[in-house]
């Protein structure tokens, strides 16, 4: 069974600091996906990576793909309450089209 | 361009009854995949449908089961519902079958009571 732990799983932060979350597995993905989710919504995807060591940054975010493409980090800078929600990874299983979630990340930035 | 939508939004079922979920990819995609998401859980992958074949299956009893039509649009059945099939129920929608990025509908929130 392939899969996909996110840590740390609850994060409360003040405006204004940074931080990381990281998405581990032993399984070898094709591309990882980044979402966030607001209740009740659907997640929206944030970015995609595909290459091994790829980093990818989207203004206050940024985003890395392990060298082996087992893991994934999230930083972002400067959090600010917009950011609050639940960051959600997704690997895309190598040689299937399948993609897997992570165990999600519930994120509360405060003012 | 409209994104995917899913309907209905809410709906209610009673244990043992049937429930049929709709959703309509972004136009010119052809890949239409089904979770379910639990409170508190990431979503879980229940089926990947594309040029109207199944092409995945996730770890969902016989109870689940989906088609998808030739506009691409695609129903997620549920029979015999039970307590636990409680969630949110989400679709994606992609290019092509492989490869590319997903979007997701805003998901339509069942409750079996």
């Known amino acids: 069974t392939q899969l996909l732990e996110q840590s740390p799983q609850f994060l409360s932060i003040q405006e204004g600091e940074n931080l990381t979350v990281y998405c581990n597995s032993s399984?070898?993905?094709?591309?990882l996906q980044w979402y966030r989710q607001e209740p009740g919504e659907g997640p929206v995807l944030l970015v995609t990576?595909?290459?091994?060591?790829e980093v990818k940054k989207l203004k206050r975010l940024t985003f890395q793909f392990g060298d082996a493409r087992k893991d994934s980090s999230l930083h972002i800078t400067a959090a600010q309450p917009g950011d609050t929600g639940l960051y959600l990874c997704?690997?895309?299983?190598?040689?299937?089209?399948?993609?897997?979630f992570g165990t999600g990340t519930r994120l509360k930035v405060l003012a | 361009d409209a994104g995917v939508t899913q309907s209905p939004t809410h709906l209610i079922k009673t244990r043992g009854q049937q429930v049929t979920l709709r959703c309509s990819p972004i136009?010119?995609?052809?890949?239409v995949s089904w979770y379910q998401q639990v409170l508190g859980q990431g979503p879980q992958f229940i089926f990947q449908?594309?040029?109207?074949?199944?092409?995945g299956r996730g770890n969902f009893p016989d109870r689940f089961s989906a088609r998808q039509f030739p506009n691409y649009s695609s129903e997620l059945n549920v029979n015999a519902l039970l307590l636990g099939d409680s969630a949110l129920y989400l679709c994606?929608?992609?290019?092509?079958?492989?490869?590319?990025?997903?979007?997701f509908g805003p998901g339509t929130r069942l409750t079996v009571t």
């Open positions: 990576v595909v290459t091994g060591g």
């Open positions: 136009s010119g995609h052809k890949s």
């Open positions: 449908y594309y040029e109207k074949e199944e092409r």
């Open positions: 997704a690997g895309l299983v190598s040689g299937t089209y399948k993609y897997i």
């Open positions: 399984s070898v993905f094709s591309s």
């Open positions: 994606a929608s992609r290019a092509d079958r492989g490869f590319t990025e997903q979007y």
